[in-house]
T-cell receptor
Framework: NAGVTQTPKFQVLKTGQSMTLQCAQD?????MSWYRQDPGMGLRLIHY???????DQGEVPNGYNVSRSTTEDFPLRLLSAAPSQTSVYFC??????????FGPGTRLTVT | RKEVEQDPGPFNVPEGATVAFNCTYS??????FFWYRQDCRKEPKLLMS???SGNEDGRFTAQLNRASQYISLLIRDSKLSDSATYLC???????????FGTGTRLTIIP
């Protein structure tokens, strides 16, 4: 039982490049979320999904797209990377009592 | 006012001592409350949910005060391994969008 997995662990992008952060869970949870964590800011919600085919915006959605074609996978796409998107990104799968299970994170640097 | 506020610390506490953190929230309709623990360069992990009646898990006790809109975490007989950042998490009134505090950093000193 892997829980929540994320790839890659580390990534360096140049400004303007695009990439996809992968997230998968094996707990059959309907709800999944993407957060970014910056020093002094806490975790901020980017996008979330309440089930396959259903996504919605969080607090800081600009510059990011998501899709949810299966219950297991919830990829996050950076359309055109900017230095302001340098951050640590966490994917979470949410249980029935709103408890969140986080993946190990992706450390992204945009130069 | 921030939706969820925590004292960032750091709290430097000798091993074996008792330490308590508070976290205040602004939305009186909030329904679910949690404490998470985050080690340096790691993902947050659920420490405990906070119930209206309060709850205890070993050396950890969490309490909810709805009238004053805060939750608390008490750690007794602190261990070196308790050194971490403790995140307060509150839901926005019955949906899946949880709001995280910025965390309280705790260091246990030998």
């Amino acid at each position: 039982n892997a829980g929540v997995t994320q790839t890659p662990k580390f990534q360096v992008l140049k400004t303007g490049q695009s990439m996809t952060l992968q997230c998968a869970q094996d707990m059959n949870h309907e709800y999944m979320s993407w957060y970014r964590q910056d020093p002094g800011m806490g975790l901020r919600l980017i996008h979330y999904s309440v089930g396959a085919g259903i996504t919605d915006q969080g607090e800081v959605p600009n510059g990011y797209n998501v899709s949810r074609s299966t219950t297991e996978d919830f990829p996050l796409r950076l359309l055109s990377a900017a230095p302001s998107q340098t951050s640590v990104y966490f994917c979470a799968s949410i249980g029935t009592a709103y408890e969140q299970y986080f993946g190990p994170g992706t450390r992204l640097t945009v130069t | 006012r921030k939706e969820v506020e925590q004292d960032p610390g750091p709290f430097n506490v000798p091993e074996g001592a008792t330490v308590a953190f508070n976290c205040t929230y602004s939305n009186s309709a909030s329904q679910s409350f949690f404490w998470y623990r985050q080690d340096c360069r790691k993902e947050p992990k659920l420490l405990m949910s906070v119930y209206s009646s309060g709850n205890e898990d070993g050396r950890f006790t969490a309490q909810l005060n709805r009238a004053s809109q805060y939750i608390s975490l008490l750690i007794r007989d602190s261990k070196l391994s308790d050194s971490a950042t403790y995140l307060c998490v509150v839901n926005k009134g019955g949906n899946e969008k949880l709001t995280f505090g910025t965390g309280t950093r705790l260091t246990i000193i030998p």
